[in-house]
C-alpha cells in the first residue's frame, strides 16, 4: 500500500490537486498562526491598528476553530484522496460509487461540524440564533446576583454555560452514525485496510452491545453489556454518551487529536515537511560520510548517523529511507556490503529516526499527551533508548564488515568534500533543531534571573533561593513565554527555517519551492486527521463498551490467582509484555507509527498499568514495537523501502532489518523491568497508588554508579547479542558459542549479582578463548 503521507507519490496535478495545495497552504497559515507563541506587544499593536479591541491572532477559540479545520481538511482530503478520479477509467459503476464517497465525505463534514457547534454548550448556535440563549444566560445571571447580593459575596459577571435548549435531539445518533461509517470507509482507501480493520472490528463489537442490552437488558456477563445506558432501556437513554462522542474534548470526533494536531505537532508537521525539501540534507550525508571514512563500515556507519539525524526530524520511516538511502545504499553496494544487508541496516537507521531526540515525529507528541507528560521529559526519556539502539546498529555493521572483509576507506573523495554552500546548507539543519532544544530545556523560571540577563536591563528581586522578575526586556519576554513549550519551540524552528531556506540559491530563484512545500504540509496534516479519526472511533468505542479496563481487570485477577503479588510476579509481567509487543507488531503491520501506537495503547495500556508498570513506562513500551512494526515482515514498509532502491528480496531485507535493529524488540524489555533507565520520575510512580507513590525501591532520584553499571552490563549485553546474529564476531561462531553468547546475555542483566557477576566473568573468558582464535584484524 502507498504512504498517503509521502507526497512524492501524488498523481499529476489536476483542479483537485492544485485546489488541494491551496486549501494547504491556508490550512498551514491558519494553524501557524493559531499555534503561534505570545509576542510581547503584538496583540496591542493589532488592536491598534485595527481598532478591534480583543481581536484574537492565535490560540483562536476551540469552538469554532475546530469545525472550521475540519470541513477544511476534509475537503483537502476529496481533493488529494478524490474516489472518483481513482475509479474514473475503471467502468461507470466504480466512478459513480467513487463520487458517492467523496460526496458522502464533503456532506458528513459539513453535518458533523455543523451539528458540533449546535450541540456544544459553549456555542448553541441554534439556541444563538433564536436568542434563547441570551436569556437563559440573563436569567442566570439574573439569580446569581441576588444570590450573591443576599448572601454579601462578590456581583458575578458571567455564568457557566447554559445547556442547549435547541439541539439535533434523536438525530444526533444518525449523525454520528453515518459519521463514523463514512470516516472508516474513506480511510480504507486512503490509509488501507489494516487501518480501518481494528476500528471496524471494535465498532461491530459496540453495535453487538448495544443490541443486547437494549434487546435483552444489562443482566449478562459484563463484556456483552454497553456503558451506553441502563433502566429503562430508551434510545434516550444513551444520548449524552452519543453526544460525548460529538463534542467531548477528551474523546469525541474533534476532541482530544484535533487538539494536539493543532495546538502541538502543527509546527513539527511543518518543520519535517520543509526539511524534507531543503537543501540541507545532501549536506548532512557528506558529513556522515566525512565522519565515518575511518570506520570499517564506511557508508553504513554514514548512513545510521545521517538517518538518525535525518529521521528525528522528518519522523517518517519510509521518508527517510526515501531520502538518505538513495544516496547511502549505493555507496554501500559499492563498498561491498550485501543488497540485502545494505537496505536493512538503512531500513533500521530509518526507523530509529521515531525515537531520535530531539523531535521524535508524531506519534512521540500524541504519547505525551496521552500520559501527561511533558514533551521535554519525553526527551530526556527517549535518551539512552536512543543511544543504546543507535549504538548496537553500529555494532552489527562491525561485525558484517568484518565478516565481508571490508576495510576502511580514509581517504576524503570527491563526493565527500563539503563545499562553502554545504557549510550554509548545513546551518538549515542544525540551527532549527539547536532552538527547539535550547527553548524546550530551558525552564521558564530560569529566565531573567542569570548574571548576564541582567545586563540587558533585567529587574529582579530575590527572596532567599526564590527569584522574583520585576522587569524584563522585550526579547527576553519573548523566550520566557517559549520556554518549556514544545508547540512554542516547533513554531519558532519551523519559523526560523523558512527564513534560512533563503539561503539556497534555489529557493531565491525559486520562492515558490517555499510555498509548495508549506502547502504538501497542509494537505499532510488533512490525510493524518482522517487516520485519526479512525483512532478516536476506537477511542470512544472502548470507553462505550469498558472493554479495555474489563480486560486490565480480569487479567489482573487471572494472574493474581497463580502468582499471588503481581507487581512483584515477574514472570506474568515478562508474559503480558510478550503479548503486547506481538499485538503492537500485529496491529502496526502495514500502519504509521501513531495509529499502531493508540490501537496497542488504548487496548493493553490499563492491563500493564494494573501489572504494576507505571503508565508512562507502558506506552513507552508500546511505543517502541509501534515503531518496530516498520521494520518487521510479513509487512516492513520501511524494508519494502529499501528494497525497492536495492532491488533485493523485501523479505530477506525485511528479516535483515530486524537482525540489525533487533534492540528495538529487546530494550523495550529492559526498561520495563528497569525503569530508570527513563531517567524521569513519571516512568517510576506505582500505577496502583492513589497518591502519586514511587514504585518499590525507587526515591526519584537519578544514581550514577548504578545506572552506571546498569549501562555497561546492557552493552556488553548487546555485544553479546549483536554477535550471534551477525554469527560473526572476530571470526565465525559455531552454534554452541552462539547458544552460550545468548544465555551470558540475558544473565548479564538480571538483577541478581550472584546471578550477573559470574555471568560477566564467564563473557570475559569466552571472549578472551574467542580472540585467541581469531585471525588478526586490520
Given at each position: 500500500?502507498?504512504?498517503?503521507?509521502?507526497?512524492?507519490?501524488?498523481?499529476?496535478?489536476?483542479?483537485?490537486?492544485?485546489?488541494?495545495?491551496?486549501?494547504?497552504?491556508?490550512?498551514?497559515?491558519?494553524?501557524?498562526?493559531?499555534?503561534?507563541?505570545?509576542?510581547?506587544?503584538?496583540?496591542?499593536?493589532?488592536?491598534?491598528?485595527?481598532?478591534?479591541?480583543?481581536?484574537?491572532?492565535r490560540?483562536?477559540?476551540?469552538?469554532?476553530?475546530?469545525?472550521?479545520a475540519?470541513?477544511?481538511?476534509?475537503?483537502?482530503?476529496?481533493?488529494?484522496?478524490?474516489?472518483?478520479?481513482?475509479?474514473?477509467?475503471?467502468?461507470?459503476?466504480?466512478?459513480?460509487?467513487?463520487?458517492?464517497?467523496?460526496?458522502?465525505?464533503?456532506?458528513?463534514?459539513?453535518?458533523?461540524?455543523?451539528?458540533?457547534?449546535?450541540?456544544?454548550?459553549?456555542?448553541?448556535?441554534?439556541?444563538?440564533?433564536?436568542?434563547?440563549?441570551?436569556?437563559?444566560?440573563?436569567?442566570?445571571?439574573?439569580?446569581?446576583?441576588?444570590?450573591?447580593?443576599?448572601?454579601?459575596?462578590?456581583?458575578?459577571?458571567?455564568?457557566?454555560d447554559?445547556?442547549?435548549?435547541?439541539?439535533?435531539?434523536?438525530?444526533?445518533?444518525?449523525?454520528?452514525?453515518?459519521?463514523?461509517s463514512?470516516?472508516?470507509a474513506?480511510?480504507?482507501?486512503v490509509?488501507g485496510?489494516?487501518?480501518?480493520?481494528?476500528?471496524?472490528?471494535?465498532?461491530?463489537?459496540?453495535?453487538?452491545t448495544?443490541?443486547?442490552?437494549?434487546?435483552?437488558?444489562?443482566?449478562?456477563?459484563?463484556?456483552?453489556?454497553?456503558?451506553?445506558?441502563?433502566?429503562?432501556?430508551?434510545?434516550?437513554?444513551?444520548?449524552?454518551?452519543?453526544?460525548?462522542?460529538?463534542?467531548?474534548?477528551?474523546?469525541?470526533?474533534?476532541?482530544?487529536?484535533?487538539?494536539?494536531?493543532?495546538?502541538?505537532?502543527?509546527?513539527?508537521?511543518?518543520?519535517?515537511?520543509?526539511?524534507?525539501?531543503?537543501?540541507?540534507?545532501?549536506?548532512?550525508?557528506?558529513?556522515?560520510?566525512?565522519?565515518?571514512r575511518?570506520?570499517?563500515?564506511?557508508?553504513?556507519?554514514?548512513?545510521?548517523?545521517?538517518?538518525?539525524?535525518?529521521?528525528?526530524?522528518?519522523?517518517?520511516?519510509?521518508?527517510?529511507?526515501?531520502?538518505?538511502?538513495?544516496?547511502?545504499?549505493?555507496?554501500?553496494?559499492?563498498r561491498?556490503?550485501?543488497?540485502?544487508?545494505?537496505?536493512?541496516?538503512?531500513?533500521?537507521?530509518?526507523?530509529?529516526?521515531?525515537?531520535?531526540?530531539?523531535?521524535?515525529?508524531?506519534?512521540?507528541?500524541?504519547?505525551?499527551?496521552m500520559?501527561?507528560?511533558?514533551?521535554?521529559?519525553?526527551?530526556?526519556?527517549?535518551?539512552?533508548?536512543?543511544?543504546?539502539?543507535?549504538?548496537?546498529?553500529?555494532?552489527?555493521?562491525?561485525?558484517?564488515?568484518?565478516?565481508?572483509?571490508?576495510?576502511?576507506?580514509?581517504?576524503?573523495?570527491?563526493?565527500?568534500?563539503?563545499?562553502?554552500?554545504?557549510?550554509?546548507?548545513?546551518?538549515?539543519?542544525?540551527?532549527?533543531?539547536?532552538?527547539?532544544?535550547?527553548?524546550?530545556?530551558?525552564?521558564?523560571?530560569?529566565?531573567?534571573?542569570?548574571?548576564?540577563?541582567?545586563?540587558f536591563?533585567?529587574?529582579?528581586?530575590?527572596?532567599?533561593?526564590?527569584?522574583?522578575?520585576?522587569?524584563?526586556?522585550?526579547?527576553?519576554?519573548?523566550?520566557?513565554?517559549?520556554?518549556?513549550?514544545?508547540?512554542?519551540?516547533?513554531?519558532?524552528?519551523?519559523?526560523?527555517?523558512m527564513?534560512?531556506?533563503?539561503?539556497?540559491?534555489?529557493?531565491?530563484?525559486?520562492?515558490?519551492?517555499?510555498?509548495?512545500?508549506?502547502?504538501?504540509?497542509?494537505?499532510?496534516?488533512?490525510?493524518?486527521?482522517?487516520?485519526?479519526?479512525?483512532v478516536?472511533?476506537?477511542?470512544?468505542?472502548?470507553n462505550?463498551?469498558?472493554?479495555?479496563?474489563?480486560?486490565?481487570?480480569d487479567?489482573?485477577?487471572?494472574?493474581?490467582?497463580?502468582?499471588?503479588s503481581?507487581?512483584?510476579?515477574?514472570?506474568?509481567?515478562?508474559?503480558?509484555?510478550?503479548?503486547?509487543?506481538?499485538?503492537?507488531?500485529?496491529?502496526?503491520?502495514?500502519?504509521?507509527?501513531?495509529?499502531?501506537?493508540?490501537?496497542?495503547?488504548?487496548?493493553?495500556?490499563?492491563?500493564?498499568?494494573?501489572?504494576?508498570?507505571?503508565?508512562?513506562?507502558?506506552?513507552?513500551?508500546i511505543?517502541?514495537?509501534?515503531?518496530?512494526?516498520?521494520?518487521?515482515?510479513?509487512?516492513?514498509?520501511?524494508a519494502?523501502?529499501?528494497?525497492?532502491?536495492?532491488?533485493?528480496?523485501?523479505?530477506?531485507?525485511?528479516?535483515?532489518?530486524v537482525?540489525?535493529?533487533?534492540?528495538?524488540?529487546?530494550?523495550?524489555?529492559?526498561?520495563?523491568?528497569?525503569?530508570?533507565?527513563?531517567?524521569i520520575?513519571?516512568?517510576?510512580?506505582?500505577?496502583?497508588?492513589?497518591?502519586?507513590?514511587?514504585?518499590?525501591?525507587?526515591?526519584?532520584?537519578?544514581?550514577?554508579?548504578?545506572?552506571?553499571?546498569?549501562?555497561?552490563?546492557?552493552?556488553?549485553?548487546?555485544y553479546?547479542?549483536?554477535?550471534?546474529?551477525?554469527?560473526?564476531?572476530?571470526?565465525?561462531?559455531?552454534?554452541?558459542?552462539?547458544?552460550?553468547?545468548?544465555?551470558?546475555?540475558?544473565?548479564?542483566?538480571?538483577?541478581?549479582?550472584?546471578?550477573?557477576?559470574?555471568?560477566?566473568?564467564?563473557?570475559?573468558?569466552?571472549?578472551?578463548?574467542?580472540?585467541?582464535?581469531?585471525?588478526?584484524?586490520?
Open positions: 500500500m502507498a504512504d498517503p503521507t509521502d507526497e512524492t507519490a501524488a498523481p499529476p496535478r489536476d483542479l483537485g490537486m492544485r485546489l488541494a495545495l491551496i486549501l494547504g497552504f491556508l490550512l498551514v497559515c491558519l494553524g501557524m498562526l493559531n499555534s503561534m507563541p505570545a509576542i510581547p506587544g503584538l496583540q496591542q499593536l493589532v488592536n491598534a491598528v485595527t481598532g478591534v479591541e480583543g481581536l484574537p491572532i490560540r483562536f477559540s476551540y469552538e469554532y476553530l475546530f469545525p472550521l475540519f470541513i477544511v481538511m476534509m475537503i483537502i482530503v476529496v481533493s488529494r484522496h478524490s474516489q472518483w478520479r481513482h475509479y474514473r477509467d475503471r467502468g461507470a459503476r466504480l466512478r459513480a460509487f467513487g463520487l458517492f464517497m467523496d460526496a458522502a465525505l464533503l456532506v458528513m463534514a459539513f453535518t458533523v461540524a455543523l451539528s458540533y457547534l449546535i450541540e456544544i454548550d459553549s456555542v448553541c448556535l441554534i439556541d444563538q440564533v433564536t436568542g434563547e440563549r441570551a436569556r437563559l444566560i440573563a436569567r442566570a445571571l439574573e439569580r446569581e446576583v441576588e444570590f450573591a447580593t443576599m448572601m454579601g459575596l462578590p456581583v458575578p459577571t458571567s455564568v457557566e447554559p445547556e442547549c435548549v435547541q439541539n439535533l435531539g434523536v438525530w444526533i445518533f444518525l449523525v454520528v452514525g453515518l459519521g463514523v463514512t470516516f472508516l474513506y480511510n480504507v482507501r490509509w485496510l489494516p487501518l480501518v480493520a481494528v476500528a471496524i472490528a471494535i465498532t461491530a463489537y459496540t453495535m453487538i448495544i443490541a443486547v442490552w437494549y434487546f435483552s437488558g444489562p443482566d449478562h456477563n459484563r463484556y456483552l453489556v454497553t456503558l451506553l445506558g441502563g433502566e429503562p432501556r430508551t434510545l434516550w437513554d444513551g444520548r449524552p454518551n452519543v453526544k460525548d462522542v460529538l463534542v467531548n474534548n477528551a474523546q469525541g470526533l474533534l476532541g482530544q487529536f484535533m487538539n494536539i494536531l493543532l495546538n502541538t505537532v502543527f509546527p513539527y508537521i511543518v518543520l519535517g515537511n520543509l526539511f524534507g525539501v531543503s537543501a540541507g540534507g545532501q549536506a548532512l550525508i557528506k558529513l556522515a560520510f566525512l565522519a565515518t575511518r570506520l570499517r563500515g564506511g557508508p553504513a556507519h554514514a548512513a545510521i548517523v545521517s538517518s538518525a539525524l535525518f529521521g528525528t526530524i522528518s519522523g517518517g520511516p519510509v521518508v527517510n529511507v526515501l531520502s538518505t538511502g538513495v544516496l547511502t545504499i549505493p555507496m554501500m553496494l559499492r561491498g556490503f550485501s543488497k540485502v544487508f545494505a537496505g536493512g541496516v538503512e531500513a533500521a537507521a530509518s526507523s530509529g529516526g521515531q525515537i531520535m531526540p530531539p523531535v521524535m515525529g508524531v506519534a512521540a507528541f500524541v504519547l505525551a499527551t500520559t501527561a507528560v511533558p514533551y521535554s521529559q519525553v526527551i530526556i526519556a527517549a535518551v539512552i533508548p536512543a543511544v543504546a539502539y543507535f549504538g548496537a546498529l553500529f555494532i552489527s555493521v562491525v561485525f558484517q564488515a568484518r565478516k565481508q572483509g571490508i576495510q576502511a576507506q580514509g581517504e576524503v573523495t570527491d563526493d565527500m568534500r563539503l563545499t562553502r554552500r554545504d557549510y550554509a546548507n548545513l546551518v538549515m539543519i542544525f540551527a532549527p533543531v539547536g532552538l527547539i532544544l535550547f527553548l524546550l530545556i530551558t525552564p521558564k523560571d530560569a529566565i531573567g534571573c542569570g548574571p548576564i540577563t541582567a545586563l536591563g533585567t529587574v529582579a528581586s530575590w527572596s532567599g533561593n526564590n527569584c522574583r522578575i520585576e522587569h524584563l526586556p522585550w526579547f527576553f519576554e519573548l523566550v520566557r513565554n517559549s520556554a518549556g513549550d514544545a508547540g512554542s519551540a516547533g513554531w519558532w524552528a519551523a519559523a526560523l527555517l527564513v534560512l531556506f533563503f539561503i539556497d540559491p534555489e529557493i531565491r530563484r525559486q520562492p515558490r519551492k517555499l510555498v509548495t512545500a508549506l502547502s504538501e504540509a497542509g494537505v499532510l496534516v488533512a490525510t493524518l486527521y482522517l487516520m485519526f479519526l479512525a478516536s472511533v476506537i477511542d470512544f468505542c472502548l462505550l463498551t469498558g472493554l479495555s479496563s474489563y480486560i486490565a481487570r487479567a489482573t485477577y487471572l494472574l493474581a490467582d497463580f502468582g499471588g503481581i507487581g512483584h510476579n515477574r514472570v506474568f509481567l515478562f508474559a503480558a509484555l510478550l503479548v503486547t509487543m506481538l499485538l503492537a507488531i500485529l496491529l502496526g503491520m502495514g500502519m504509521p507509527t501513531v495509529p499502531a501506537y493508540l490501537n496497542v495503547a488504548l487496548l493493553m495500556g490499563p492491563l500493564l498499568a494494573g501489572l504494576g508498570i507505571a503508565k508512562f513506562t507502558a506506552h513507552m513500551f511505543f517502541y514495537f509501534a515503531v518496530a512494526s516498520a521494520i518487521t515482515p510479513p509487512v516492513a514498509i520501511a519494502f523501502a529499501a528494497a525497492s532502491i536495492t532491488k533485493a528480496d523485501p523479505m530477506m531485507t525485511g528479516i535483515s532489518a537482525r540489525s535493529g533487533i534492540v528495538m524488540f529487546v530494550i523495550p524489555f529492559v526498561f520495563a523491568f528497569y525503569p530508570e533507565l527513563l531517567l520520575q513519571p516512568a517510576l510512580i506505582d500505577p496502583n497508588s492513589a497518591t502519586g507513590a514511587l514504585l518499590p525501591g525507587y526515591d526519584g532520584g537519578i544514581h550514577g554508579p548504578t545506572l552506571a553499571w546498569l549501562c555497561a552490563r546492557i552493552a556488553l549485553a548487546l553479546l547479542l549483536g554477535s550471534v546474529l551477525a554469527q560473526f564476531d572476530r571470526r565465525a561462531l559455531s552454534l554452541p558459542e552462539m547458544a552460550l553468547r545468548l544465555v551470558l546475555a540475558v544473565l548479564i542483566v538480571t538483577s541478581w549479582p550472584m546471578v550477573a557477576l559470574p555471568a560477566i566473568g564467564a563473557t570475559a573468558l569466552l571472549l578472551w578463548w574467542h580472540g585467541r582464535g581469531a585471525p588478526a584484524l586490520a
